[in-house]
Nanobody, 117 residues
Framework: QRRLVESGGGLVQAGASLRRPCVAS????????NAWYRRAPGSQSEMVAALTSGGVTAYADSVEGRFTISRDNANNMLYLQMDNLLPEDTATYFC???????????WGQGTQVTVSS
């Protein structure tokens, strides 16, 4: 079964940086990691950053200029570089991948990022 493995979360102070890798593992349908979402306590999930196959990026207004999404195509990995973290960035972050050839997505297990002021 194909799954996404995320890492790089944790507890940091405001102003710090984190680099979040996401990699597809297991067997099954081919997937292409293409976006990061987050869910803060008491809030709905929101798209943080997305990257199309053509290299076009999109960011939530709240992270524009601070977060950068990128992909390592050779290793089918997706990265989220998070700079100048703010307490309001505290959330569980999820990596998402598109299943190639199907209208379906695969999600990572979610990792917590906590930013203290």
């Amino acid at each position: 079964q194909r799954r996404l493995v995320e890492s790089g979360g944790g507890l940091v102070q405001a102003g710090a940086s984190l680099r979040r890798p996401c990699v597809a593992s297991g067997s099954g349908a081919r997937v292409s990691p293409n976006a990061w979402y987050r869910r803060a306590p008491g809030s709905q999930s929101e798209m943080v950053a997305a990257l199309t196959s053509g290299g076009v990026t999109a960011y939530a207004d709240s992270v524009e200029g601070r977060f950068t999404i990128s992909r390592d195509n050779a290793n089918n990995m997706l990265y989220l570089q998070m700079d100048n973290l703010l307490p309001e960035d505290t959330a569980t972050y999820f990596c998402k991948a598109k299943v190639l050839g199907r209208e379906d997505d695969v999600w990572g297990q979610g990792t917590q990022v906590t930013v203290s002021s």
